[in-house]
């Protein structure tokens, strides 16, 4: 399959809206869509499809489509006009707005050429996830739909697969689980997802196992497995230290979590409890990247300084705010770690942010922006509903 008919099959699944779609079709017919493309759309699109796409969105992208061919006086082929036909006369024109029902989306990370390196730590160029979301945005406080944050922070996840591999990860407000499914993809050795909409992790636990990963709903400490995603019920306001205490994560991550101001001192709660856990170096850095590791501020300052200085470099600059080298194979015998947390955020109020940041320094906490020294590979080429400029990556750590 070409490039340009890959992207139109990607949006097609990923739910775009239909004059993406159009667009695309367009393209891979070099300006029009031409009969080669309509049967392209026909076999691999709606044939292998319609039963697990959203039926009044597919009827909406076939009547733009049959409009778009008409329109340029082309010839429509049959199956589409019957297949129109078909939805014309069992489903009701308005179904589609008036719809907040659940739909299946599927986000399909398509792996440039060349990344050799993810291919082979990815068993595949392309990882594609099944995601049960609503159509009403606000449905589950927001958690059943996918934000812009949480692809970007995916993006993060399979172009750095070694910061992530062999490493206990914890989200807050994991909404649909598209973050930690990339998490277990990548091998991290424990995966917490957590989020305060009981709605919302029940539609989360969902998700994960049609991704065919277990789901362990325990609050308690477990042993680790990388097949088994742990889902947890965690409202900041009234998730309690202790609860937090039975969590030792390397990394805490959280995407579009900044955005209520009354919810904010709460989240920086959780936040300072999770990065003040300190937790024992392993006595050799387990990490796939040799000389790096993660999450490295240690309690011990003098010794870490002498240790754990230098940026990575070289063909790592993408992650050196994050990774401190070690002396390879030094012993870390009596030094302690700390997590660091990865917060991917879309800025749509100034105030709110910069109260998030007050909060933070009142806590004690140091925020870093990683936006432009640590751009994740573009994946997702073909979601050009996706505007990845808006989104913002922080590094946040204890001072
Ligand atoms: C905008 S959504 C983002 C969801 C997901 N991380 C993403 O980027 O697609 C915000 C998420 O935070 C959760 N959330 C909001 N307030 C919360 C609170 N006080 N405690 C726990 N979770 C909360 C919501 O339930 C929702 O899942």
């Not at 986000?107 to 595949?124: H, T, V």
């Not at 993809?185 to 917490?192: G, M, P, R």
């Not at 050799?284 to 002498?306: I, M, R, T, W, Y």
């Not at 910069?354 to 080429?381: M, V």
Request: some cysteine; proline content about 4%.
């Amino acid at each position: 399959m070409a490039d340009q008919e890959l992207h139109l099959l990607s949006a097609f699944l990923a739910m775009e809206p239909t004059d993406s779609l159009i667009g695309l079709a367009r393209e891979c017919g070099g300006g029009s869509v031409t009969e080669r493309v309509q049967r392209f759309i026909w076999e691999h699109c709606i044939t292998k499809y319609a039963g697990k796409l959203h039926a009044p969105y597919l009827r909406k992208f076939l009547k733009k489509l049959i409009a778009e061919v008409e329109l340029n006086h082309g010839d429509v082929i049959d199956e589409l006009y019957e297949h129109y036909a078909h939805y014309m006369t069992t489903l009701k024109e308005n179904d589609l707005e008036k719809d907040n029902a659940r739909v299946f989306k599927y986000i399909s990370f398509l792996f440039p050429d060349g990344c050799l390196e993810l291919s082979r730590c990815l068993e595949s160029r392309k990882l594609m996830v099944q995601l049960q979301c609503s159509l009403n945005m606000l449905e589950g406080d927001t958690g059943c739909s996918v934000w812009p944050s949480s692809l970007l922070l995916s993006e993060c996840i399979l172009s750095f697969p070694e910061l992530f591999s062999n490493k206990s990860c914890f989200e807050v407000g994991s909404g649909v689980g598209l973050v930690g499914i990339c998490l277990a993809h990548v091998k991290a050795s424990k995966v917490i997802l957590s989020d305060g909409d009981l709605s919302t992790l029940a539609n989360m636990k969902l998700n994960l196992e049609l991704n065919r990963l277990s789901v362990e709903t325990d609050m308690s400490e477990t042993t680790e497995d990388p097949n088994m995603v742990k889902c947890i019920h965690l409202p900041w306001e009234s998730v309690s230290e202790k609860e937090l205490q039975n969590h030792k994560p390397d990394i805490i991550l959280g995407a579009d979590v900044i955005y209520d101001p009354v919810c904010l001192p709460h989240l920086v709660r959780v936040l300072t409890l999770l990065l003040n856990q300190e937790k024992p170096y392993p006595d050799q850095c387990s990490n796939n990247h040799p000389g790096f590791s993660l999450g490295s501020k240690c309690s011990s300052d003098a010794k870490v300084n002498a240790t754990h200085q230098a940026n990575a470099s070289n063909g790592d600059e993408s992650v050196a705010s994050l990774c401190k080298r070690t002396d390879n194979g030094a012993s870390h015998v009596g030094l302690k770690k700390r997590p660091t947390a990865l917060i991917a955020s879309v800025i749509r109020n100034v105030d709110t942010f910069n109260k998030f940041l007050t909060l933070l320094d009142e806590a004690n906490l140091t925020i870093e922006d990683l936006t432009e020294s640590h751009r994740p590979l573009n994946f997702l080429p073909y979601l050009k509903s996706y505007d990845r400029s808006t989104v913002r990556l922080f590094s946040i750590s204890c001072k």
